[in-house]
């Protein structure tokens, strides 16, 4: 089995996570949506997977499009 690091991005509700996700397809950033790894302990039970290289993207467009984050976290999948 494959491993690689990823940005997890975990949110308060569902809406914001959807949210994310319709942002990132729209603008061509990678990244699915995956359960909250037990290892984190937060948000709605989903959560945003995608490449390390994608995390300050994912924090502007989060920002500029209004999205309520519980953080971000650096994991290994």
Known sequence: MKTE???IVV????TDALHLEYVCRAQGVP??????PGSIKAGCG???SAPPETEQRLRALAEANSI???GFYRRVL
């Open 31 to 36: 990244g699915r949506m995956i359960p909250v």
């Open 11 to 14: 949110f308060p509700t569902t």
């Open 5 to 7: 690091q990823r940005v």
């Open 46 to 48: 989903l959560a945003f």
């Open 68 to 70: 309520r984050v519980d």
